[in-house]
């Protein structure tokens, strides 16, 4: 079965400080990988996403992601956290054919980061 | 580029009556809209993909009757919310695909806010 599976529910860490966000997933073949951010009362926006190639992908706002394949997993990473960077995160992997000629979207549970100043 | 736009952002409403919430792609032209549900701390739920000029797909569970959706162009979705109880209270945020391929990622509206008293 196809899921996507963010450990964390709530992280706070430092201003200043490193961050990892963990997430996992199970897909039989070859996944499309993405992290989104979600703002208070906000849509979502792509933070990078991850298709082949090199297994760590940069994206905006300093974040970077690697995607591991022996242990399903595409982590987040950003190497000093800002207090903007307070939102929820979420992963999501790009699912199978639907009936409908469709990819949805598997979506992970999110985890919420807050950020001490 | 890329901007999806949703109208209106927050809306109350009273029981019994329908409430339509707009999603436009304004700087290209949207095949494939979906739209999600979000209740709060929680992860997007798919409710229903909308395909430009046919009729909507709708995720199990969901009441297409109650919520009706129309991709009339390759810029507008509609979902309105027939007979709005306080229970479809939520926040819903719609997405649209740039087109092909299948893998590309979603760009969010900013989401809108249902409060029915």
């Known amino acids: 079965a196809q899921s996507v599976t963010q450990p964390d529910i709530h992280i706070t860490v430092s201003e200043g400080a490193s961050l990892e966000l963990r997430c996992n997933y199970s897909y039989g073949a070859t996944p499309y990988l993405f992290w989104y951010v979600q703002s208070p009362g906000q849509g979502l926006q792509l933070l990078l996403k991850y298709f082949s190639g090199d297994t760590l992908v940069q994206g905006i706002k300093g974040f970077e992601a690697e995607f591991k394949r022996s242990q399903s997993s595409f982590n987040l990473r950003k190497p000093s956290v800002h207090w903007s960077d307070a939102a929820e995160y979420f992963c999501a992997v790009c699912g199978a054919w639907d009936a409908g000629n469709n990819r949805k979207l598997i979506w992970g549970l999110g985890t919420s980061l807050a950020v001490n100043p | 580029g890329a901007v999806v736009s949703q109208h209106p952002s927050r809306v109350i409403c009273k029981s019994g009556t329908s409430v339509k919430i707009e999603c436009r792609s304004l700087?290209?032209?949207?095949?494939?809209m979906f739209w999600y549900r979000q209740f709060p701390k929680q992860s997007l739920m798919l409710m229903a993909t909308s395909n430009e000029g046919s009729k909507a797909t709708y995720e199990q569970g969901v009441e297409k009757d109650k919520f009706l959706i129309n991709h009339a162009s390759l810029t507008l979705s509609t979902l309105t919310v027939t007979s709005a109880h306080p229970e479809d209270s939520s926040f819903y945020i719609c997405?649209?695909?740039?087109?092909?391929?299948?893998?590309?990622?979603?760009?969010f509206g900013n989401g809108t806010r249902l409060t029915v008293t």
């Open positions: 997405s649209a695909k740039t087109g092909e391929p299948y893998n590309s990622p979603l760009h």
């Open positions: 700087d290209f032209q949207a095949t494939t």
